[in-house]
């Protein structure tokens, strides 16, 4: 699972830019942490840093 430090320091794999940006601006959180699961990571969970909206938006 991924930490609150995970998401801050963007080492959750999320690639940087998602279409689920688009969808952050118009719903609910609850909506879009349900929408998280699906979306594929372009880097493996902890492997390096990568700048990642979604896990930033994610956070809070």
């Known amino acids: 699972?991924?930490?609150?430090?995970?998401?801050l320091s963007h080492r959750t794999g999320l690639s940087p830019y998602s279409d689920l940006m688009v969808y952050v601006w118009s719903h609910e959180r609850d909506e879009i942490y349900k929408r998280l699961r699906y979306l594929k990571p372009s880097l493996s969970f902890r492997q390096r840093y990568q700048y990642?909206?979604?896990?930033f938006v994610?956070?809070?």
């Open 1 to 7: 699972h991924a930490t609150v430090r995970d998401l």
């Open 52 to 55: 990642s909206n979604v896990s």
């Open 58 to 60: 994610t956070a809070g």
